[in-house]
């Protein structure tokens, strides 16, 4: 955005200069992470496995980076109408209607979000700057017509495996793509039969490019047997051998966990988002659309899909935040709303000295679990600012606490509450009262759990501080 003296150009040019210089920064963005995505095929078949963890943490840092760059330089060239509301309500006009046509519209919607946040500081949300609400209606058009191959039964399972591995090429060859086929169809009809549904298989639509994360490719896609359809997943892993089959997953609950929110975050060479994550969200109907765009790798409008279904929820109840269930922690004021699956957490302002802890190392804290191998076992949270809510939303005792001891996080006015800065992550029983409450066997399997969790943290060099109950939890 080449710098002209502003007080010469008119709103009406200043906005088109400026929404311009923002699609171009988001077009660069969307280049440069398609980019990183693609390196995952050749770091899965080369076994780079240092590559590909360099590879996420660079792709993470991206989005960060380019709304840092291009804040800057609206800065510079809209000099003292940086913050002319009516310039911004201008410029998101004549943005809107420069990602009218792209395919990744919500992702554009959600960068210059990101921009006006970063220049107002906005609390709460102003619709005429910002996008609320999408400008846009997703496209109706069936998202596995768009992003499957369709595979019709042509005999046994067993054969349809083998046609569905041998449309995947690689630069390495399967090891013993037959034998692997076998076993897979093997498991797939006792998970059909132990479910009810008919073991002979109508068809099967295979989504056309693999995700990458960590070690593993994954095959997705979903069965149509008896009439009903149910959710597959391929798991690969290329071993010394060659590349293998180590799991075939039919249940709903297990392609779930593939998609959890303590999982870091695939490469998937396959657009547009928005239809994948249509897709995706017909294979796991529980799932958060805001987790599957996050696991995508599309935090920041994982971030935004949040938010906008937590305004529907306050839209559409009369709940009040109340403190979360569990032991009160010494860092962090945690509360809740009893009908919505997240907490909220924000830093108390004096952390006792038995804690040898600032809120700025929390911050880098956060940060570490954000860009780490989370292997599974680390909560990933959403930073969020600037939050604004009505006061009569909590609960006195809650309000109380943040007057006494996060005043300095958060605001408590007559009829508002600000929430300066708080992190949001997905809900989970805390293992000190999942243990209390749950019968013999589960409590007995929580616990071997609990130790493989530390074995698995440890594994990625991670070190949670504190082995107590109270901090793990029990999704």
């Not at 999982?263 to 994948?276: C, K, Y």
């Not at 009908?339 to 038995?354: E, L, M, S």
């Not at 609990?450 to 999704?475: C, H, R, S, W, Y």
Request: glycine share 6%.
């Amino acid at each position: 955005m080449a710098r002209q003296p502003t007080g010469d150009l008119s709103a009406s040019r200043l906005s088109n200069l400026t929404a311009v210089a923002i699609a171009g920064a988001f077009e660069r963005h969307r280049e440069d992470f398609d980019k990183i995505t693609q390196r995952a095929k050749g770091r899965f078949e080369r076994r780079d496995w240092q590559g590909a963890a360099r590879d996420a943490a660079e792709r993470l840092d991206l989005y960060g980076q380019m709304i840092d760059r291009t804040e800057r330089e609206v800065r510079v060239a809209m000099a003292d109408r940086v913050t002319d509301t009516i310039v911004w309500a201008g410029t998101k006009a004549v943005y809107s209607g420069l990602i009218a046509g792209r395919d990744d519209w919500e992702l554009a919607e959600t960068f210059f979000n990101s921009v006006t946040r970063r220049i107002y500081t906005t609390l709460g949300v102003n619709p005429d700057i910002e996008f609320v609400d999408s400008d846009f209606i997703e496209p109706a058009t069936g998202a596995a017509d768009r992003l499957c191959r369709s595979y019709e039964p042509t005999g046994e399972i067993t054969d349809l495996i083998e046609r569905v591995l041998s449309d995947f090429t690689w630069d390495v060859p399967y090891a013993d793509a037959e034998g692997d086929a076998v076993l897979a169809a093997r498991r797939i009809a006792a998970q059909l039969k132990a479910s009810g549904k008919a073991e002979r298989l109508d068809r099967a639509e295979i989504i056309r490019a693999p995700l990458f994360r960590r070690k593993g490719a994954y095959l997705l896609g979903r069965l149509y047997a008896g009439g009903t359809a149910v959710p597959l997943a391929l798991a690969l892993l290329n071993t010394e051998r060659g590349i293998v089959v180590d799991a075939a997953l039919t249940d709903e609950d297990d392609i779930s966990i593939l998609f959890s929110f303590t999982q870091s975050h695939f490469s998937v060479d396959l657009g547009p988002t928005h239809a994948l994550v249509q897709l995706l969200k017909e294979l796991m109907p529980k799932k958060p659309v805001a987790e599957l765009y996050i696991a995508l790798g599309h935090h920041k409008h994982g971030k935004t899909e949040l938010y906008r279904d937590l305004l529907r929820h306050l839209r559409d109840s009369e709940e009040q935040f109340v403190f979360a269930p569990g032991i009160p922690g010494m860092v962090m004021v945690v509360f809740t709303m009893p009908g919505y699956d997240v907490v909220f957490k924000v830093i108390r302002n004096r952390i006792p000295a038995i804690k040898p802890i600032t809120p700025q190392d929390v911050r880098d804290k956060y940060r570490l679990v954000f860009r780490h191998d989370r292997a599974g076992r680390l909560v990933e949270a959403q930073e969020f600012e600037h939050l604004e809510f009505d006061r009569a939303r909590f609960a006195p005792d809650l309000v109380d606490e943040f007057a006494r001891d996060a005043g300095e996080t958060v605001a408590v006015r007559d009829g508002t509450v600000i929430i300066h800065h708080a992190y949001i992550e997905r809900r989970v029983t805390p293992l000190d009262l999942y243990l209390r409450q749950a019968p013999e066997d589960a409590a007995r399997r929580a616990v071997l759990d609990f130790g493989q969790a530390i074995k698995d943290l440890a594994a990625n060099g991670i070190f949670p501080g504190e082995l107590l109950p109270k901090n793990f939890g029990v999704t």
